[in-house]
């Protein structure tokens, strides 16, 4: 592993077991006096290997892109499923229309966009770029046809096939602009980007959906922050909840650290911020369509349980919940979670960081969020891998998210069925992903409560192994 040992820059080989370990295929782990590659800095290691991981989660996708979709049974036992294609034809993009309009005869065919302005106007983009790409196909006569007939249309085929593949180019470069955040954010520790750029939850979940632009907004926050740059944290703060609602919960982080330092202007100011860019991402939406703009959130509070979350399983296991009871109760216990996150981090010797902060109330979110979809865990990932730097925990953590990730599709197709009915692998499934989140934040609340554990408040990285030479007979070793 090109490890730099020089200078202020932690290197992960000589202070993680398991980084060390895995450095014997590159080279071996670096040594107290090495030096960094004069080309392959951390940066550019980190955006190679972030390349590298999401055109293998593209090569993932093949199955399905061979066969635009069509095939159910593919989308599942592949685990090749995207949101992409079905939304192409099922939102109006392939009539290249505007998400947000109160056309009633366009209302009427197709169903209006249930997502954030942020995702909805990078989707709309995106149709255009598609049908260019396309060869700018006549579509006068698509509005009087059937959608049934339309989607099995081969120009449309061949557009869907291009709009998942333009969508991942743009992801793709969003990526490596969270990337390349995240390898800023500690001047002092760049290399613990590398857990974002090879996790194996990126490869797998990054092209479900269009979740990675909410992550890069993260990312840009957390730069942002380790920069004292209130206002440009504020503004990547609304700019990611016009996106997904989840970024507004790193102002609860900021809140705990403002309270610490009791520094209340840059709250002031990103919160000020964060308002601002909201409402401006908003406005082209709800201007020209105020009723397709609510549905978003008609849609969150009417949705009853869904995959991934706990109510879901304990409706299959006969608890049957009404929707009224699941929302008042997952807000409950949210608002509950951020009081003890507020507690925690006003007790902590130490100021919690941003990252820590910032993990905790969004892992407790999405515990008991109504819905928790496979790509959800890429909210958290740019979070955990700077709030826990250990690729042991991370390992573990990630393994109980693969194992939810093929569990989750094999359910819908009717893999995992037994033959009674139920479906215990899915449900410990659930479970499972619940109990190694819950192991990180056991990890990062022992890390705010015992700052000396924290590899990232440590001014000197403690060796994972013994350095002294080693003795024979009592006397240092010949050469050592």
């Known amino acids: 592993m090109a490890d730099q040992g020089q200078g202020d820059v932690v290197a992960p080989s000589r202070e993680d077991p398991v980084a060390a370990a895995l450095s014997g295929s590159v080279g071996g782990a670096s040594g107290e006096h090495a030096r ?15 390349a590298v991981v999401f055109a293998l989660g593209m090569l993932q996708k093949v199955p399905c892109y061979q066969d635009t979709w069509n095939n159910g049974e593919t989308r599942y036992s592949k685990m090749c499923y995207s949101d992409m294609p079905y939304l192409y034809t099922g939102r109006g993009f392939v009539e290249k229309l505007w998400p947000y309009t109160d056309d009633a005869e366009t209302n009427a065919r197709f169903r209006v966009m249930e997502y954030p302005v942020g995702i909805s106007y990078f989707a709309w983009g995106v149709s255009w770029v ?8 006549d579509i006068e006569d698509r509005p009087g046809t059937p959608l049934d007939q339309l989607r099995g249309e081969a120009q449309v085929q061949k557009e ?22 995240l390898v800023g954010v500690n001047p002092r520790r760049p ?14 979940n990054a092209l479900i959906n269009w979740d990675l632009l909410a992550v890069t907004f993260v990312a840009g926050a957390l730069w942002a922050w380790a920069r004292d740059r209130p206002i440009l944290t ?16 790193l102002l609860g982080g900021i809140l705990v650290i403002c309270i610490r330092r009791r520094q209340w202007m840059p709250m002031a100011w990103a919160t000020f911020a964060a308002i601002t860019a909201w409402l401006l991402a908003n ?18 509070s009417d949705r009853g349980a869904d995959l991934g979350s706990l109510w879901l399983a304990l409706d299959r296991g006969g608890l049957e919940l009404s929707n009224g009871f699941i929302n008042n109760f997952s807000w409950a216990f949210f608002i509950a979670w951020c009081l003890g996150v507020l507690a925690l981090g006003l007790i902590a010797p130490k100021t919690p960081r941003f990252t820590q902060l910032g993990f905790l109330i969004v892992a407790g ?27 042991r925990d991370q390992i573990i953590w990630q393994a109980g998210e693969l194992f939810y990730f093929a569990s989750v599709w094999w359910y819908l197709g009717g893999h995992l069925r037994a033959t009674d009915g139920g479906t215990p692998v899915y449900w410990a499934a659930i ?8 192991y990180l934040v056991v990890i990062v609340v022992r890390d705010i409560l015992r700052p000396e554990e924290d590899l990232v408040e440590r001014e000197e990285p403690v060796p994972w192994r013994r350095t002294e030479p080693a003795e024979v007979g009592g006397k240092p070793a010949p050469g050592a």
């Open 160 to 181: 869907i096939r291009t709009y998942v593949a333009v969508s991942a180019v743009f992801l793709g470069i969003f990526t490596l602009i969270a990337a390349w955040f």
């Open 234 to 249: 504020g503004v990547m703060i609304g700019l990611g909840t016009a996106a997904k609602l989840y970024p507004l919960f």
């Open 365 to 391: 979110f999405l515990l008991v969020n109504k819905v928790y979809s496979p790509q959800y865990v890429l909210w958290l990932l740019p979070l955990a891998v700077l709030a826990v730097p250990r690729w």
């Open 431 to 438: 479970v499972l992903r619940m109990a190694v989140e819950l």
């Open 130 to 137: 598609t049908h260019w790409v396309a060869g700018s196909p």
């Open 191 to 204: 290399w613990d980007a590398l857990l974002f750029a090879a996790a194996p939850v990126l490869l797998f």
């Open 283 to 300: 406005a082209p939406a709800y201007l020209t369509g105020p009723e397709a703009w609510k549905v978003f959130w008609s849609f969150n």
């Open 36 to 50: 960094g590659h004069r080309w392959w800095t951390p940066l550019r290691v980190v955006l190679a290997v972030t």
